[in-house]
């Protein structure tokens, strides 16, 4: 387990030199044209599989996958301002939400009344044969917002306040089965974990109030919060149901408190 940080580091590199050559199948903005030309093609496969999953595998897509929460990373631990955890805006991100899918269906419409549109075909490669070299640049211009966005807002700002993909996978994630877990045996409140969290989750909190599940949606499964824990309290865990677990841990400590 201690490991894992360093797989989903690998994971993210070996994604983020890939764009380049797949940016049509990986990057999220296609979504939009997809459902503009009425098409499911590769991106909406990935991305719908990780909303998908989402209940049981959290933010899977986002921790693993997603080139540009991978770049955010990168750049947000030289970030140039240290905010404290703060919850995503739901507003701002209804406030894309909205016009994302709205205006894309819209010109769905349109493109059915012109009759060119595919009533919704499953058609992989459609973007790779209809958008030419210049969507590289889209790439290089995604790569460079989310640098900047690491380097001078708080950790993951954009993710937890711009993206449509990020706010529709926070829903399932909410109900994530696969969740960080903090051993309250183990733990000596160090703040460690905290400190690294690559989201800056208040996960103390959690193991003083929540039994040390830490049941937040914007956790993207990284395992930075394991590997920087000297005393090996932290591991990912299924756990299928929450108020059975948080019982048992109140009842081992009732137990342990009796005892001495
Ligand atoms: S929230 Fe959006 S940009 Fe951030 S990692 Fe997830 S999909 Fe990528
Ligand atoms: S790093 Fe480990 S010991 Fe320190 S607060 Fe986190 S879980 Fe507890
Ligand atoms: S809580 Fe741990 S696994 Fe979740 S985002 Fe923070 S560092 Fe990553």
Redesign the pocket.
Known sequence: MKKLFSYNFLSRIIFLLLTPVFFQYFALGFVWHSIYWGVITTVVLIWGMFILISPIFGRIGC?WFCFMGATSDLSSQHSLIKIKWRKPKVWTRLLLLIPFFASAITFYFINKERGITNNFAILPSFLKADFNIHYKYVWVIDITCSLLFGLLLERRWACKNLCVMGALCSVGAKYSRLI?VVDTNKCTLCGQ?EK????R?P?TDYIKNNQGL?TNSE????????ESCKFDAIKLKFVWNRKKYKQSIIERDKEFEVIN
Do not use: D, S, Y
């Not at 690294?196 to 989201?199: E, I």
């Not at 956790?219 to 394991?226: E, F, R």
């Open positions: 921790g960080t974990c690294n969290c690559l989201v989750i996960i830490v956790c993207i499964l990284c395992g930075k919060c394991i």
